[in-house]
Structure formats: C-alpha cells, structure tokens
C-alpha cells in the first residue's frame, strides 16, 4: 500500500460519521462483548444485517459457538458504554459488571441501556480479510423513537483492546 493510499483512505474514513454498536454474544459466564463500527443492514425482505468480527476479538470465538447475535446502538451520551465494550477483552476483563442487561430468549445479553437492539440468526460468516463477516436473519429487534444515536466523530479517540 503507497503512502498516499493509506493517506488518502484515512481521511475518507475521517469524514465519515458512523454509528457504533455493541454486539453481544453468549449466556451468562460465557457471555461476550465488543465495540463495532463495522455493521449495516444488507438486506430489506428478508431482513438481515451484517457484522464484521476480528478474529482476534474474544466476542467472535464465542459468537461461533452460538446461533445469536445482538447488536445494539447506545445513545449519544453513553460513551462509557463504548469505552468498556471497545476498550476490555471480555477473555479476560469482567466486561459485563455493573452494565444492566437482561438474557434474550437463548440467554444472549441484551444491555438495558441500548438506544435500539437487533437480535440475529447467523446464516452466512465470510472472511473479508482482517475481519470476519457474520450474515445475519434479523428475528427480533426494538428500539427507542428515533434516538440519537454515539457515532465515530462523536466518541473521537478510543483505542480498542487489541490491535485487528
Ligand atoms: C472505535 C472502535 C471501533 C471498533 N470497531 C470494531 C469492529 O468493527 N469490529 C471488531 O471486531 N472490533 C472492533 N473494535 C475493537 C473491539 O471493540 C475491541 O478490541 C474489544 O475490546 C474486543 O473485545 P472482546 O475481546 O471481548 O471481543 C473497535 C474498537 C473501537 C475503539
């Protein structure tokens, strides 16, 4: 990669405002957790929304022993949410301790204090190249009336728990 394409895909992605996300995977002990910026929806009928997952991050080991996902939006003031799901490995932090969640009907952690949350069957999983993307069947979903949602350009500086 030249300089100047690392340069110039750099301050495209600055310019872009993105909405982040929490997804959860797992039950109880063995639930897990992690930031993403890298999520959409791909799909109107059938629904379906993707994640794309680093290999490196302890949420996707658990995600694949699982048939579930959530991914949850957090509100705009909720940055402590980000920086404890993006900045802990929940391999080895407690990620989950004094954040409200409640079990979905598999068990999986849907947190109280999302804005809006998704929960889905994953149908296909794609290597993408230093992420991992996870295809999924929406199958519940709810959210609070048009919230206003943490975004990139307003979190700022966030480093992740581990390198992708
Ligand atoms: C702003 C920001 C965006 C991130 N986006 C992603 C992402 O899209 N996919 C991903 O796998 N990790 C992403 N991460 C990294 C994980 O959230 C982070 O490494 C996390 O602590 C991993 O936790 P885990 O090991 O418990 O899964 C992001 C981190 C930050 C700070």
């Known amino acids: ?12 992605l600055a310019g872009l405002d993105l909405p982040l996300a929490v997804v959860t995977a797992g039950s109880g002990d063995e639930a897990a957790g992690c930031l993403v910026s890298f999520h ?3 799909s109107i009928a059938p629904p379906r929304y993707l994640v794309a997952l680093s290999p490196r991050n302890h949420t996707a080991a658990v995600a694949a022993t699982r048939r579930h ?3 949850h939006t957090l509100p ?6 980000a920086e404890r799901f993006g900045g802990r490995c929940s391999r080895r932090d407690d990620t989950f301790s004094d954040v409200p969640w409640r079990p979905w009907r598999d068990g999986t952690p849907i947190l109280a204090d999302a804005a809006g949350w998704v929960v889905g069957a994953t149908r296909d ?9 996870w295809v999924l ?12 949602v943490l975004t990139t350009r307003r979190l700022g500086r966030l480093a ?3 390198a992708p």
């Open 137 to 148: 069947d929406v199958v519940d979903a709810s959210a609070a009336a048009a919230p206003t």
């Open 1 to 12: 990669v030249t300089a100047g394409l690392d340069h110039g895909f750099d301050a495209f």
């Open 69 to 71: 996902l959530a991914v």
């Open 40 to 42: 959409c929806q791909v």
């Open 125 to 133: 999983r794609h290597e993408l190249g230093d992420h991992v993307a």
């Open 76 to 81: 705009a003031a909720r940055r402590d949410l």
């Open 160 to 162: 992740a728990a581990h």
